[in-house]
């Protein structure tokens, strides 16, 4: 049974930071590239970053360029996303997705809340 479970959000003050993970199993997740979306209220989802199946190469959305980093641990079958300097518009519920040449899995998400 394949299951994504991300963790790590809550409530945070601009400025500050969070570090969201994603725990995997049930696919051999080493051959999946991983990805974080983020949707925010009365949106689309978008989006925020993809990291290679060795973590060696990594994309991101402009909006969160140069401030959220995504890396991934494949000895623990584990995605995270550290995400600094915060701002508001950053509040959404975050995803993490697994995709190999058409075969795509999703987490149920975790709410990020970015507000003072």
């Known amino acids: 049974q394949v299951q994504l479970v991300e963790s790590g959000g809550g409530l945070v003050q601009p400025g500050g930071s969070v570090r969201l993970s994603c725990a995997a199993s049930?696919?051999?997740?080493?051959?999946?590239?991983m990805r974080w979306y983020r949707q925010a209220p009365g949106k689309e989802r978008e989006w925020v970053a993809t990291?290679?199946?060795?973590?060696?190469?990594?994309n991101y959305a402009g909006s969160v360029k140069g401030r959220f980093t995504a890396g991934r641990d494949n000895a623990k079958n584990t995605v995270y996303l550290q995400m600094n300097s915060l701002k508001p518009e950053d509040t959404a519920v975050y995803y993490c997705?697994?995709?190999?040449?058409?075969?795509?899995?999703w987490g149920q998400g975790t709410q990020v809340t970015v507000s003072s």
């Open positions: 997705n697994a995709y190999r040449g058409g075969q795509m899995y």
């Open positions: 049930g696919f051999t997740f080493s051959s999946y590239a």
């Open positions: 990291c290679s199946t060795a973590g060696g190469i990594t």
